[in-house]
């Protein structure tokens, strides 16, 4: 049985206050211990997905991790025609002070990626029509802009809600809620948010050559998004996650959602996009990303329809260090079109303090990568590995 738990004390330690993908080791990247806040728990499978090592020496991926302590990189899956080809680690028994619990590690925004998954998921059971699904009906925003939204705007983050919200890569305070530095959306229940600012509020017009809002990334847009996956499913809610991650992923270790509430209040959870899971099983969540889609499977027919309509970030960025900074397009929470390899077909998932997994759909190919801070060469162990 699936339930809201809190971790012992002894717990990893979560998001940024700022969502962004820079980190460095002096700045706090797991900054809000686990115990504090509820959080959903997804059985492990007794029938997990297996592996099948075929393991060989890479001296880049080893250089970075030699100096970690610089680097930050402390976990690396490199899987190839089924089989992992590089696997190595060295995961801190403490980090920032507190204990690492049981090498459950924070995917930080790559949980995007992962609410757009159960989404699809929500989708194919029939919980929700279709991604043209408007967000009607749904008393938690009511008399906001997201009101009446179309549910593919809101995973493309086509939301409109530039002048309230909004996570640029250089951080400017040009909307309401950067102007308030006590806001973080992922601390404050949703309902709050939207009653305190967001009553009344408009969607931003389009510029004159475009027929949607432009392209702007935000944390509150994606828990909208899983909230409203949550009104759909209603009691369902527990059961879907378990079908996803259990039945279909088959996850070893229990993995989790974060909750926006925390452990002590007495209100009804709000949902989260802060994922946790072992290095192995983000590795169990790429392949099955990876085998929908290869196996044109209801949800790989939903993740194709999301490349399909992917959107020019157009946000002036193209940064080799992470697969956010160094793509042309986004679509359904999943990052596209790598810089340079235009050609092959990668959906990639990123968050904050270098967390990655690039999905090569043709090749077989997927890395994964967990750090404490982003300073590894991701152009020599991620991007020229995942090159064709």
Known sequence: M???????IVAILCLSVVD???????KRTWDYPLFYWQMDEIEGSAEYLDFTFDLRED?????????????GIIGYLLYEQGKVVVDQSD??????????????LPSHSMGKSLVSYVTGHAICEGYIDSVNDTLTGWQTVENTLFEGQVLIDLLNMQAGDDNYVGERIKPRIDNILKKNPKVNVNTIHLQD?????????KIKKPSFNSKKPKYNYSALTT??????????????WQKLLH??????????????????????????????YSFYAGRYDYLRIAIA????????????????????????????????????????????????????LENQKIIGLSGFAGQQILIDVENDRIIVVNSTYRNYDWESIVYDRIKN
């Open 289 to 340: 990303i990876l085998n929908d889609w290869k196996n044109d499977t209801c949800v790989g027919r939903y993740l194709k329809m999301l490349y399909d309509q992917r959107i020019t970030k157009y946000d002036g960025v193209r940064e080799p260090h992470d697969v956010h900074l160094y793509t042309k397009s986004y679509g359904g929470q999943f990052h596209f079109d790598v810089v340079g």
């Open 2 to 8: 699936k339930r809201i738990i809190s971790l012992p």
């Open 91 to 104: 995961i801190p028994l403490i980090w920032q002070g507190h204990v690492i619990f049981s090498d459950v």
């Open 193 to 201: 948010l939207m009653s305190q600012y967001f009553q009344n509020s």
């Open 223 to 236: 828990n909208v998004i899983m909230n409203f996956v949550m009104h759909k499913t209603g009691e369902d």
């Open 59 to 71: 001296s880049d991926v080893a250089k970075e991790f030699s100096n970690n302590d610089e680097t």
């Open 243 to 272: 079908k996803v991650f259990n039945e279909h992923v088959k996850v070893k270790d229990n993995v989790y959602f974060l909750r926006t509430v925390p452990q002590r209040s007495a209100r009804t959870g709000t949902g989260r």
């Open 20 to 26: 962004s993908v820079y980190a460095n080791k002096n």
